[in-house]
Each structure stands twice: as structure tokens, then as C-alpha cells.
């Protein structure tokens, strides 16, 4: 995928498109017990910028509930 210069022209689905294909990678290598994999796999997918982009997305529109208060 290639790198958004600006947030509005990220494409959001081809995003979340590529990240669920680097995670089925850590469950394949995962359910082979291929350890030397999921550690290559996991290594990517946390350097990854389909990986981090969705991340910030999440925490940046999050509409969370007020803090009760005591």
C-alpha cells in the first residue's frame, strides 16, 4: 500500500483489507506451530502502516462515555 501524504487520502478499506491478511498470517503460522513465523509475522505486522493508521483512527474518533464522577 502506498504511503498517504495527507489523513483524508488514506484508503480506509484497502487498509483494513491488508491488516486482516497480515493477521491470518500470524493464524496460519500460528496453527502450524511455525514459532519462527508468527515472531516474523507479528514483527511486521507491528511496523507495519496498515497496522497503525486504523490504531490511530480508532482512538482519534472514539466517542466515549463522560467519567462518572465521585
Request: proline share 1%; net charge positive; aromatic share 12%.
Amino acid at each position: 500500500m502506498k504511503i498517504a501524504k495527507k489523513y483524508e487520502d488514506i484508503n480506509w478499506k484497502q487498509c483494513e483489507l491488508e491488516l486482516f491478511k497480515l493477521q491470518s498470517e500470524i493464524l496460519k503460522a500460528f496453527r502450524i506451530e511455525n514459532t519462527k513465523n508468527v515472531l516474523k509475522a507479528q514483527y511486521s505486522l507491528t511496523r507495519n502502516f496498515v497496522a497503525k493508521a486504523p490504531a490511530v483512527r480508532k482512538v482519534t474518533t472514539n466517542k466515549r462515555k463522560k467519567y462518572l464522577q465521585y
